[in-house]
C-alpha cells in the first residue's frame, strides 16, 4: 500500500516536499514514480526513480531542475522535493510502485508499467 502526504497550498516560487510510504515492502529494487493530475487533464507522469541505484529519470521536462526524488530505504519512503513551484504544477499528485525495478528510467514512462498506486495528494500553487 503506498500513502502521499504533504501536500497543500502554497504560492508560486515555494517549496513542498511528498512523502511517499510504502508500507509492507521496502522500496529497494522498485521503480517509484511520481505522477500528477490537474482538474479536467489525464493524468501524467512527473518522474521516476530507481531505489537500487537512486536514478531519477524525468517524465515531465517543465520540472527539470525544480523537483528531485529522494528515498530513506529505513522508512521505506521516497520522497519528492519539489521547489520553485509554479501555479501550472497544482494538482493531485500520485506515487506509483513498479515491480520491476529495472524496468524504470524511459522504459517507465505510462501508467501500465506500475504495479500499486496511492490515492493522492493535493498540491495547490497560487
Known amino acids: 500500500q503506498l500513502v502521499e502526504s504533504g501536500g497543500g497550498s502554497v504560492q508560486a516560487g515555494g517549496s513542498l516536499t511528498l512523502s511517499c510510504a510504502f508500507s509492507?515492502?521496502?522500496?529497494?529494487?522498485?521503480?517509484m514514480a511520481w505522477f500528477r493530475q490537474a482538474t479536467g487533464n489525464r493524468r501524467e507522469g512527473v518522474a521516476n526513480?530507481?531505489?537500487?541505484?537512486?536514478?531519477?529519470?524525468y517524465l515531465d521536462d517543465s520540472v527539470r531542475g525544480r523537483f528531485t526524488i529522494s528515498q530513506d530505504n529505513d522508512k521505506n519512503t521516497v520522497y519528492l522535493q519539489m521547489n520553485n513551484l509554479k501555479p501550472e504544477d497544482s494538482g493531485l499528485y500520485y506515487c506509483?510502485?513498479?515491480?520491476?525495478?529495472?524496468?524504470?528510467?524511459?522504459?517507465?514512462?505510462?501508467?501500465?508499467?506500475?504495479?500499486?498506486w496511492g490515492r493522492g495528494t493535493q498540491v495547490t500553487v497560487s
Open positions: 506509483a510502485a513498479g515491480r520491476r525495478g529495472g524496468y524504470c528510467g524511459h522504459r517507465a514512462t505510462t501508467e501500465t508499467a506500475f504495479d500499486y
Open positions: 509492507g515492502n521496502s522500496v529497494g529494487s522498485y521503480c
Open positions: 526513480f530507481y531505489t537500487d541505484y537512486e536514478s531519477l529519470y
